[in-house]
């Protein structure tokens, strides 16, 4: 946790310009503001998620999630002068979600304020599509997120982007423990942050241009799919070299993936378009999955974690979020 504040606070957190000041110069795009602003708050996050779940990894990650979701969200602060309050709200919502996924949850906690409700400008409901596609450093962000590693780029994605934010439904998308996944996110956490400031002067890929591109390509696939013919363009996004990985893949056998989708589809299992999250390499697409009278019953959320070089996916994973790791 230290080294990833530490990472992004390359100015002295003495004192200085005020909490207003630096919010407002971050919300500006203004990256060094933002890391003095974590490294100013960073003892009364840690306290916050200290009470709150005591000692161990988990207030560490509930922590450096906090300061993530500042990275996401603090273009969207009402009141730049009460940018603590909601730092320290930020984490208690990180530390809640911890105790409601692990079903230790106490009355009390149902009474801390929500940072949505309290600091943030009214917007359109918190999806993170939406959030990213009017955050001011979005493209900034999704630089950073692109510099990871695979495996670590992956579990970012996933567990802030995406529908699947547990570290089992996490584990399960990557086919590895939940300790790896915890391990993974730890790295990630640092990593990103180091990259955010070595990056802050560079140009990035437009996020919302990927995400968009990403959306329309799933769209056009499952229509195709549905109609039983493959245009040019969606035949060049699934070349033959193309393969089925994880629990519909076969070990040992290269398998196609349209084959594979176009049999669940002549058994009747429908997927419907939910949600996508799309870099360079790496695409998430989720989909709610309806069967009337199909052969056989799926779970009623799937996604597809494709891994792509030059514009095609070379490997496509399909994850049931309710899957046990």
Do not use: K
Request: aromatic content about 4%.
């Amino acid at each position: 946790m230290t080294e990833a504040f530490g990472a992004m606070a390359v100015l002295d957190p003495s004192p200085g310009p005020t909490d207003e000041q630096l919010a407002t110069r971050a919300q500006a795009g203004e990256v060094g503001a933002l890391g003095l602003l974590l490294a100013r708050h960073q003892a009364p996050m840690r306290a916050v998620a200290l009470s709150v779940l005591g000692h161990g990894p988990d207030a560490d990650d509930a922590v450096q999630d906090a300061a993530l979701t500042a990275l996401r969200r603090i273009g969207d602060v009402r009141d730049p002068a009460a940018v603590g309050a909601w730092l320290r709200a930020v984490v208690r919502n990180a530390c809640r979600m911890r105790l409601r996924a692990a079903g230790r949850e106490t009355p009390g906690l149902d009474v801390l304020p929500d940072p949505d409700r309290m600091w943030t400008r009214d917007a359109e409901p918190g999806c993170p599509e939406r959030v990213i596609e009017r955050h001011a450093m979005r493209d900034w962000i999704w630089g950073a997120v692109e510099e990871l590693p695979q495996q670590l780029r992956l579990v970012v994605m996933l567990r802030h982007f995406s529908g699947m934010t547990s570290y089992r439904e996490i584990a399960a998308a990557c086919e590895v423990p939940v300790g790896t996944v915890r391990s993974r996110l730890s790295q990630a956490r640092t990593r990103m942050a180091q990259v955010l400031l070595a990056s802050e002067e560079q140009a990035h890929d437009d996020a919302a241009a990927l995400n968009g591109a990403s959306r329309q390509e799933a769209v056009a696939t499952l229509e195709a799919w549905e109609t039983g013919g493959l245009p040019r363009e969606i035949s060049e996004l699934w070349p033959a070299e193309s393969e089925m990985v994880g629990r519909l893949g076969r070990p040992g056998e290269r398998v196609h993936p349209v084959p594979v989708m176009r049999q669940y589809l002549e058994d009747g299992v429908r997927q419907h378009l939910r949600h996508v999250v799309a870099g360079r390499e790496i695409a998430i697409w989720e989909m709610d999955v309806t069967h009337p009278g199909a052969l056989h019953v799926c779970p009623p959320s799937l996604a597809w974690v494709m891994f792509r070089s030059d514009g095609r996916v070379r490997r496509l994973r399909v994850v049931f979020p309710a899957a046990s790791p």
